[in-house]
């Protein structure tokens, strides 16, 4: 007898994809999935960041730490991450790390000469690989000029500020990591889901309310869910996802007497996505890279002697983890 | 007898009373006039061209039965205690009528509660002045605490006494300063909190901290810590300065050579690690190098060297400060302002952090809800919600306590429902937020919803300056007192953590005989004495030294260890000499007892309980 496969295709379809933003929905998976694939977008996805720093003159307000530690939180353009060495296993340095391979080097040199204060940013970070640079945050389409909030017209991300003559001189180097080890290393701001709902209003109950009370009923849920149709006044579902699992509706359905006026459950298997970056990565390479690094992490169970050994355990799902 | 002078009777009180002006009498007021005078110099005070100075204290006295001395005591110096009053005898032209009156006066002024009534006074003794808002009965610190009226009493006072322990950004001259001991936090900062048991690890008012908000900063801190050196007052006798024989010079024999600089100094943002060296001071009059050590449990950069250059020719004081990173660890203390304080428990990973499905937020921070029902701080509450509405319409909230008592001037906010939640509900209804400030979390760990309604907000956290780096205390062996034998105590000396009796009754209740004979005697002081049997006396022993004999060898093993020989000085034998393992005070005792003529015997037996 064949054995039965329990493998599902998950699809997944974008809704919206920006450079640091995307919405997608994945289906026919279940939460396990979804949510690993989450843990792995914040905190396994390899970035680049500034992780030991030399400081030769630091005479501004701030104290060494507290530039390293800024230093560290910014950003860096970290297309290569993915296929760069982590400078603990890196060979061609002895885990030094310090080598083209592992590393990139910043230098930062900033004197103060004018009466004015001088902000110095990430923009004045040299590096010595093109190809990881600070993100630039400065958006083409909105003058610099005329936007008073920012204050600074370079764009980046302001390291310290300094008065005449004071001085920082630093050398950074770089290196490869996950969110797990740093949360500088996460090329996530944010990344979440919702279960998608299935709302179903009781058509027959509803009829029984009165415009005022279907309107009541429409009004108390606090995000705009439901809608009654101007022509046949029927309360309609408009956004179903909006709903936040706030159960107030239902509630309320209680309050006035009516229990079961709406049921709304949640899909098991189809979420909404939403993805954030810090702008290391774009969004979308941020979900490819997840979905590769769950592949290896499974691969690493796969293969692992302890899996071979727990086959007796596990039994079906053994035989399944290893591809049967 | 007539007397020489005419008679002089001073006029005084009750018919006249004295005025004074900074402490010299001026001149006299009949007592039915002197009230009419004080209305109008308070009337002055307040009149905006002012002609007498407008901190003026007017302390007028009025005749009592053996109260204070009646009079009109008028001061005018500079630096005295002010507050402002609003004046509500005067009619109000518009103006507020602030009145700034002084504490001497104050005690004689009818100054009533801005709440509407008349705070209990008969009419006869109607309010002259308001105060200008009902808070001005709390001090500075109980006016942090935000709706402080709707918190249970108690938990106000610990928040006045939590505030003054609190880290901050204290100074913005940190740089020049040179402060003994100065905590500083990095980025004073509010994080969001949530209530709900998400693990254990909340119990008992600990906290999860959210290890990636410590990382990009949240509750970062330093500790600053100077150390002056003055060489002129080391070696004792003070001599004139400029002539000791010592100077900051660095050994040139030295292994620590390349620490510190030529001139004996630390380097600045330099690590100094415990017990090395930070300063070198040559002698030239014994030619020798003495070095400073860094005392403590962890390591200090240099801050900062400062040179005391008062004579030129040598230095002789520097000071030097230290600069020690103090970021969240498991066991420092944080509070909220509600009297809330608790101790992190642990530094929990983002991704293990229940979010939010909608925005996706993770708390900063999670507190057991079991920390409200007793404790009733119900501000906390409200300022959860309050701040969580201020952040979604991005404004600022009024949290002033006793709002509701200011009296209503002009009926303007009636229209309003009244209830301080109802308006604070609304303002995250607007946002499409739960009323009550409820949210739906799913967790971190399994990505499923959580089975309940989870309360989420902002709320301002204060890091406190109780940390574990400076407390925690651990021992193995170390150094013992010289009397009792026993590990000595306190911290610095590396002494043990004492066994109290208290823990000693639990061992007791636990039946654990083995592991309290180990903590009482075993690790404390154990002793192994002889003592003689027939006397029973345990001061009367006397080594005898055994003559040094070649002890036979035997092969492979290491000597033989020669008996001692011990014999009982007042029996005159050593037939009876036994060896008992005992605590070393008990031998202390003994001789104690026998310093007051107490003789103190022992009877030694082998059966158990005999």
Redesign the interface.
Same mark, same amino acid.
């Given at each position: 007898m064949e054995p039965q496969s329990y493998a599902r295709m998950p699809r997944v379809k974008i809704r919206e994809l920006r450079d640091d933003y995307a919405r997608f929905e994945l289906r026919d998976t279940d939460?396990?999935i979804?949510?690993?694939l989450?843990?792995v977008m @914040?905190?396994e996805v390899p970035t680049i960041a500034i992780d030991l720093v030399e @400081?030769e003159v630091?005479s501004s307000?701030l104290?060494?730490?507290?530039i390293a530690?800024r230093l560290g939180?910014i950003p860096l353009t970290s297309d290569r991450a993915m296929s760069m060495r982590f400078s603990r296993d890196c060979d061609a340095c002895d885990g030094d790390g310090q080598c083209e391979f592992c590393s990139v080097e910043f230098h930062l040199m900033a004197v103060c000469r004018n009466d004015e204060t001088q902000d110095v940013t990430s923009s004045d970070l040299i590096s010595s690989d093109h190809t990881v640079v600070p993100v630039d945050f400065s958006d083409a389409t909105i003058d610099a000029s005329s936007d008073g909030i920012s204050g600074n017209k370079k764009g980046g991300i302001t390291i310290v500020k300094l008065r005449k003559g004071q001085e920082v001189k630093l050398r950074a180097i770089a290196r490869k990591g996950i969110?797990?080890d740093?949360?500088?290393w996460?090329p996530a701001a944010?990344?979440?889901?919702?279960?998608e709902p299935e709302i179903h209003i009781n058509e027959d109950l509803m009829e029984s309310l009165t415009l005022e009370e279907k309107k009541e009923w429409v009004e108390s849920s =606090?995000? =705009?869910v439901f809608d009654i149709d101007p022509v046949t006044q029927q309360v309609m579902v408009v956004d179903a996802e909006?709903y936040?699992? !706030? !159960?107030?509706v239902i509630k309320k359905a209680e309050a006035m007497g009516k229990p079961g006026l709406v049921e709304i459950n949640?899909k098991q298997d189809s979420f909404i996505f939403?993805v954030?970056t810090t702008g290391a990565i774009k969004a979308s390479q941020l979900l490819l890279n997840a979905i590769e690094i769950l592949k290896q992490k499974l691969d690493a169970v796969r293969t692992s002697l302890d899996t071979v050994e727990a086959d007796d355990q596990f039994g079906e799902l053994g035989a399944h983890m290893r591809g049967g | 007898m007539i007397p020489s002078l005419p008679k002089l009777v001073l006029p005084g009180p009750p018919e006249i009373l004295t005025v004074l002006l900074d402490g010299c009498i001026v001149g006299g007021i009949p007592s039915s006039e002197v009230e009419k005078v004080v209305a109008h110099i308070r009337r002055l005070k307040v009149s905006s061209p002012a002609v007498i100075p407008d901190d003026l204290e007017v302390g007028y006295v009025p005749l009592s039965m053996g109260g204070a001395y009646p009079g009109l005591y008028l001061s005018t110096s500079p630096s005295r205690f002010v507050r402002p009053v609003r004046n509500i005898s005067l009619p109000s032209d518009g103006s507020e009528n602030i009145e700034l009156i002084g504490p001497f006066e104050q005690v004689f002024m009818e100054i009533k509660c801005p709440d509407g009534g008349d705070g209990g006074r008969k009419s006869s003794f109607p309010a002259t002045h308001e105060e200008i808002h009902p808070t001005v009965m709390l001090s500075v610190v109980a006016n942090l605490t935000p709706w402080s009226d709707h918190n249970q009493s108690p938990r106000n006072m610990y928040q006045c006494q939590m505030a003054k322990q609190t880290m901050a950004f204290s100074s913005q001259a940190i740089q020049h300063r040179a402060d003994q001991k100065l905590y500083h936090l990095q980025t004073p900062q509010s994080p969001i909190v949530r209530t709900g048991s998400y693990s254990k690890y909340d119990m008992e008012d600990a906290m999860i901290l959210n290890k990636s908000s410590v990382e990009r900063g949240m509750f970062h801190g330093q500790i600053y810590q100077t150390e002056t050196i003055d060489l002129t007052e080391m070696g004792g006798k003070s001599r004139k300065s400029g002539l000791t024989p010592r100077m900051f010079r660095r050994s040139n024999v030295n292994k620590f050579g390349s620490a510190l600089d030529a001139d004996g100094l630390p380097h600045v943002g330099q690590l100094i690690r415990p017990d090395e060296p930070y300063c070198s001071i040559y002698n030239s009059e014994r030619n020798s190098v003495q070095t400073l050590r860094k005392k403590g449990t962890e390591p200090v950069y240099v801050d900062y060297v400062a040179v005391d250059v008062k004579n030129k020719k040598d230095l002789q004081k520097v000071n030097i400060r230290f600069r020690q990173p103090r970021n969240p660890i498991i066991g420092d203390k944080f509070s909220s302002r509600h009297g809330q304080k608790g101790v992190c428990s642990q530094l929990w990973p983002d991704i293990d952090m229940p979010f939010s499905g909608t925005t996706g937020m993770r708390p900063d921070l999670i507190i057991n809800p079991h920390a409200f029902p007793s404790r009733m701080t119900i501000a906390m509450l409200l300022e959860s919600v309050a701040a969580k509405g201020g952040s979604l319409h991005g404004e600022f909230v009024d949290a002033t306590p006793f709002r509701g008592s200011v009296k209503k001037n002009n009926e303007e906010s009636e229209s309003k429902s009244g209830s301080l939640v109802d308006d604070l509900g609304d303002m995250l209804r607007k946002k499409g937020f739960n009323y009550h400030g409820l949210e739906v979390l799913y967790s971190g760990v399994y990505g499923t919803e959580l089975t309940c309604e989870i309360f989420i907000g902002p709320v301002y956290y204060q890091r406190l300056r109780h940390m574990v780096s400076d407390k925690y205390q651990v021992r193995s062996t170390g150094t013992t007192d010289q009397l009792t034998k026993q590990p000595i105590k306190g911290r610095k000396r590396g002494g043990g953590v004492r066994f109290g009796e208290m823990e000693r009754d639990s061992l007791l209740a636990h039946g654990a005989a083995y592991l309290l004979h180990d903590r009482l005697h075993t690790c404390s002081d154990y002793h192994i004495a002889d003592v003689c049997s027939i006397c029973g006396s345990l001061l009367t022993t006397v080594f005898i030294q055994q003559q040094k004999r070649p002890v036979r060898q035997i092969g492979g093993l290491p000597p033989g260890r020669a008996p001692k020989k011990v014999t009982c000085h007042a029996c005159q034998t050593s037939k009876g000499m036994e060896a008992v393992a005992m605590p070393y005070v008990f031998r202390y005792l003994a001789t104690e007892l026998a310093a007051m003529n107490i003789k103190l015997t022992l009877k030694l037996s082998n059966q158990a309980g005999a």
């Open positions: 939460a396990s979804a949510n690993a989450r843990r @914040i905190a @400081i630091n307000v104290n060494d730490e507290f530690h939180l969110g797990k740093h949360a500088k996460s944010t990344v979440t889901f919702m279960y =606090p995000t =705009p909006a936040t699992y !706030d !159960d107030e949640a939403t954030e | -």
